[in-house]
């Protein structure tokens, strides 16, 4: 199976402006996590979407939000972008099926705010 | 919600010693317990993971210990090589919550 993609790969925008990132999972995964992965902070949950639902949600401002298709594919937005959003943003994806929660995570996306 | 605390935040030990890293939990509902490795500029990989019915697994060098009782879990390595080096994450999770993971754990193998 093809692994959990994430595309743009990179991107450098400017405060104010606003960006969206993709995460296509594993075929077959119908959750998508998405995490900000920062310097000496770890990986700090943003959300969490099964089924097109919004499942579970992190403490991060309205600025950031998400979706998910269909097709288990997903989308995070970030808006008004701040040079603190500066991140490498990560999405991670899992059946959820009871006992079987495994999560796999894609390449990530290293977004610069300057 | 869950909180998970890492230990140590870094750690050196000599290329063939072992390897400890240990994680304690808050919520008593978690039942599941991954370990990721992250290399410098890559994505982080599960490496090994234990179900809260279990006490023990391994897998080759590694192996993860769980105390239902004492909320922690550990990640043994042994005859460790400079390959190891990278950053450990723990997490711990129950089934429809999201995953809450550790600070992470710089593990350095001197050759």
């Known amino acids: 199976k093809a692994g959990v993609t994430q595309t743009p790969r990179y991107l450098i925008k400017t405060r104010g402006q606003q960006v969206t990132l993709s995460c296509s999972p594993i075929?077959?995964?119908?959750?998508v996590s998405w995490y900000q992965q920062t310097p000496g902070q770890g990986l700090q949950f943003l959300f969490e979407?099964?089924?097109?639902?919004?499942?579970n949600k992190g403490n991060f401002p309205g600025r950031f939000s998400g979706r998910q298709f269909s097709n288990s594919r997903s989308e995070m937005n970030v808006s008004t972008l701040e040079l603190g959003d500066s991140a490498l943003y990560l999405c991670?994806?899992?059946?959820?099926?009871?006992?079987?929660?495994?999560?796999?995570f894609g390449p990530g996306t290293r977004l610069t705010v300057l | 919600g869950e909180n998970v605390e890492q230990h140590p935040s870094t750690l050196s030990v000599q290329e063939g010693d072992s390897a400890v890293i240990k994680c304690t939990y808050s919520?008593?509902?978690?039942?599941?317990f991954p370990w990721y490795k992250q290399e410098l500029g890559k994505r982080p990989q599960l490496i090994i993971d234990i179900r809260s019915n279990v006490g023990e697994k391994k897998d080759q060098r590694i192996a993860v210990t769980l105390n239902k009782t004492a909320k922690h879990f550990s990640l043994h390595i042994t005859e460790t090589q400079p390959e190891d080096s990278a950053v450990y994450f723990c997490a711990a999770n129950n089934y429809g919550q999201n995953f809450v993971f550790g600070p992470g754990t710089r593990l350095s193998v001197l050759p």
């Open positions: 991670a994806s899992s059946t959820s099926g009871t006992g079987d929660n495994e999560q796999f």
């Open positions: 919520d008593s509902a978690s039942n599941y």
């Open positions: 075929s077959g995964h119908r959750s």
């Open positions: 979407y099964f089924s097109e639902t919004q499942r």
